[in-house]
């Protein structure tokens, strides 16, 4: 049993909801919620605008780390929202590191059309808003454990998440996805399989394959387990028939759900067939491999592929909970790390900044090294599906590269390169389409200096890959749609490109060879 961590503690920008958040927590636990503003002003004898006018910002700060820091050694159990700028203190910090810390995520226009037009003080400058706004982003990212929206929607259905991450093993985090279809927790740290259970309803039901089972499947106590072939060559209609006779035979109802232990072929199988078991199970995805943790086990894209084309059969069937277990990464075979590596490499590039950083800066590859690097690029792709679930613009981003790999797959028969490193060569084309020659040039050295594919095997001509292109399942209308990225963060979606432009990328990947 892992040592409960005693309080939720909200923390959060101005009007992110942090004391409707306490409250509702205290409903759900049936405890008092603790308000560290109401108490600082107690405990000041008068309103914290009034002390910050009369003594000055520091002297608040300092009353104000006094009297936070008490609050928090007694808030047994109590969930506790803090005052915005708390936390700045290194005091403050220092003593929720015992607690669970939940940022309440809210972007500078939702938080402002909440404040607009009220007394606050802050309310009559945008700029030192959002200026405020950028400035404790990353102290809020740094201490939290989990980061849920600032909705009251989503902090209710997160509530019993949130309690459960209370006796998670030390260091877990806990991201709320929220989407159209429905909003779920994602768990995300050392050690979790086997000694942390996500809140989910009934018994499980494991798809593992043998690999992954040989080791993981003992620790899970699930009800049953069925075992899929090894690799893509498993994500047929035939294999998901069996699956579903399996879980019939062992007995699986409609209210028990469907745990996918796997790489990204057990997710996309498994998570579809919960979705037509039964017209709909639950489904907790548990990634073991590098692109199923940063990208495949998040989104609800399930499916299987068919002679036509990968993944052409499907369903969006988003998952109940996913609990990635960094420690998995250390048994993934190293080529498997190095193809994971490359939907890493993408999720950098197209959110720029920090993460792009972290990507370019990164030495060699090892499990240890990508592990920090799980959590903000499955908080990109949470993002983006949150903002389009389906498909119809923003999420389109995450094909970038995705295009010209595909076609390579699909030219390849599917047997020649692993997923990832066929997206690390359609990334190269796609920078080479963008016109993004030292971009180009940079994604190539991080490609070899992991020692993945930077060119295309000789026996690969481009007009087999032009021609497979042609056959892409998101052709539109208008013709092939690419992602296009000039700089990192900033991809343009539903670009048309014309047919030299595209002839010449691919067909430099393929001289280089
Ligand atoms: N649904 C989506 O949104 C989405 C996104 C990206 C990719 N995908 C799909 O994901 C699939 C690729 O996923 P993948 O790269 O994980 O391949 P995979 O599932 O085939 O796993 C790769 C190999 O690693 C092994 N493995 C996995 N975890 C392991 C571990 N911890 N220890 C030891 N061995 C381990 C597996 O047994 C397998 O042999 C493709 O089918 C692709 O279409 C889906």
């Keep these: 049993m892992e040592a409960v961590r005693p309080s939720l503690v ?3 920008f101005m009007a992110a909801g942090k004391t409707k958040a306490a409250r509702a ?8 919620a603790l308000d560290a503003d109401a108490a600082l002003e107690e ?3 008068m309103p914290i605008a009034a002390f910050f006018e009369r003594e000055g910002e520091a002297e608040f700060r300092r009353r104000e780390a006094e009297i936070v820091v008490d609050l928090l050694s007694r808030a047994a159990g109590a969930p506790v929202a803090l005052g915005g700028g708390s936390v700045l203190s290194a005091a403050v910090a220092d003593a929720v590191e015992r607690h669970v810390v939940v940022w309440l995520d809210v972007s500078t226009d939702e938080a402002w059309e909440r404040i607009d037009g009220t007394s606050r003080p802050l309310a009559r400058d945008r700029g030192e808003f959002d200026r405020l706004h950028a400035e404790r982003a990353p102290r809020y990212e740094e201490l939290a454990d989990a980061i849920v929206p600032g909705r009251r929607d989503a902090v209710r259905a997160a509530l019993p998440a949130l309690t459960a991450l209370r006796e998670a093993p030390a260091g877990t985090r806990m991201l709320w996805a929220s989407s159209a279809s429905g909003d779920y927790p994602v768990f995300i740290g050392n050690g979790l399989l086997g ?3 996500p809140p989910a309803a009934g018994r499980g039901f494991c ?6 089972g040989a080791i993981y499947l003992e620790r899970l106590g699930a009800e049953a387990a069925v075992s899929v072939g090894q690799g893509e060559s498993a994500k047929t209609l035939t294999e998901a028939e069996r ?4 879980l019939a035979a062992a007995g699986m109802r409609r209210d028990d759900h469907v745990l996918a232990l796997g790489g990204g072929v057990v997710g996309d ?11 709909g199970v639950p489904v907790v995805q548990l990634p073991t491999s590098l692109v199923a943790q940063v990208d495949s086990a998040h989104g609800g894209k399930t499916g299987v592929d068919i002679a036509a084309a990968k993944n052409y059969v499907g369903a969006y069937h988003q998952p109940a909970a996913v609990v990635a277990d960094l420690d998995t990464l250390t048994t993934l075979p190293a080529e498997e790390l190095a193809a994971g590596f490359v939907e890493v490499v993408k999720t950098g590039l197209l959110a720029g900044g920090n993460l792009w950083e972290s990507v370019r800066g990164l030495g060699a590859l090892s499990a240890e090294a990508v592990a920090p690097l799980v959590l903000p690029c499955a908080r990109y792709k949470l993002a983006v599906v949150a903002a389009d679930e389906r498909d119809a613009g923003l999420r389109m981003a995450l094909n970038l590269g995705h295009t010209v790999g595909h076609a390579i797959e699909a030219a390849s028969g599917y047997s020649r390169y692993r997923h990832g490193e066929a997206v690390g060569l359609g990334l190269l084309a796609a920078l080479r389409m963008s016109g993004a020659d030292g971009l180009r040039a940079e994604v190539s050295e991080i490609l070899s200096g992991h020692g993945l594919p930077t060119a295309l095997e000789p026996g690969l001509s481009t007009p087999q890959v032009l021609d497979a292109l042609d056959r892409d399942k998101k052709r539109t209308e208008r013709g092939v ?12 979606v539903g670009q048309l490109v014309d047919r030299a432009s595209v002839e010449a990328a691919v067909e430099e990947l393929r001289a280089a060879g």
Excluded: K, M, N, W
């Design 481 to 492: 749609e690419f992602v296009l990225l000039e700089r990192p963060g900033e991809p343009r």
């Design 243 to 246: 699956v579903l006779g399996e």
């Design 43 to 45: 405990a000041l004898g």
């Design 195 to 197: 000694r942390f259970d």
């Design 269 to 279: 199988l498994a998570g579809f067939c919960a979705s037509v078991y039964q017209r």
């Design 207 to 212: 798809v593992t394959d043998a690999q992954v």
């Design 10 to 12: 909200f923390i959060g």
């Design 25 to 32: 927590a205290g409903e759900h636990l049936g405890l008092d």
